[in-house]
């Protein structure tokens, strides 16, 4: 049977600050979304990471389906109004336009596709995120789906021998955002020179090579500040990722997490700090937003999905928290100074930006040392 998982997620406020969404709000949306339940949905299930409501979905309409977007959509704007009634923090702050025009791309929402043809025991990885930025997926998806140190079925797995085909995008490029398609193996120094800078490049889908048409991974790269033209909250990407089999297994995808890399966001959207690994449902953390991921596992037949294995729940994980927790702990000592703060050019819609201009009045130049020439002393 061929399906669309569909993972749109928003934040339209949360309690006390950017922490979680109120369950009067959760169950707006989620009213809304039972809906189409059997209708024009097959399946779907509503969690939060942090702050942001995630609406996963199963249908048959593939992906971009206005239908499909426009049911996210009106439950996000019909959940806003209780936000707004309750005074919710940063109430409706995803929801950057006004009119629905067939897409939730390019309003405020994130959002992760796949369609597939059902394989008979269909599993399937949720990514959800809170506190960070496009790229945050950057260094896991590529040491799970390029790095036989992390992904031994790259050697053990004919299925999996011939690599993958990663989809990059430019977020930052000035003619908007621009597409590079590049094979893993033998373009890995390429894909890693580019997935390093998880501010601007971030894997937006992964293909089998062995299948063709399987895609195995797509993540969200929508960049809010692109559309808003101004800082309004991280971008917290969702992302749907197929495992077993013909893809890295389920287990493989731990190590790669269990890192614990830096990346931007945390409070302000102006930090970095290492991405947490947590269960799904947790609030965002009072210890400066530290970026958080959940990963929900799973089965899926007919379109019809399980309840899911939360994926980061296992005793395992409170070693692996409390090791990314004291790497955290250890750069919030160096407050302000980079790389604790994110690069200038990350903060330009910050007020930083307008502070600096301030100062431009105040330098002198020194004609001295201006006159003399580099290297001549
Ligand atoms: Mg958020």
Redesign the pocket.
Known sequence: MRVTVSVIKA?IGAIGG?TIPSAEVLGIVRERVEREHGKLLIDFYICHA???IAIIMTHTRGKDSPDIHQLAWDAFNKATVKAKAQGLYGAGQDLLKDAFSGNVRGLGPGSAEIELDERPSEALMVLLS??CGPGAFNLPLYLAFTDPMYSPGLMLSEGLHDGFTLHIMDMDHTEGDRLIVLNAPERLYDIAALLRDTNRYAIEAIWSRKFPNEQAAAVGTTRLRNIAGRYV??D?PPAVVRVQKIFPATEEFGPAFAVGAFVGGDTRGSHNLPLMPVPVNTP?STFFCCPMVSALGFSMHDGMLTAPSDLFADPFWNAVRDQIALKAMEMRRQGFFEPAMLPMSELEYGGIVARLRKLEQEFVVRKEAAKTPAGTE
């Open positions: 934040d950017h942090g702050d942001d809170d506190k909250g991280k917290d965002a």
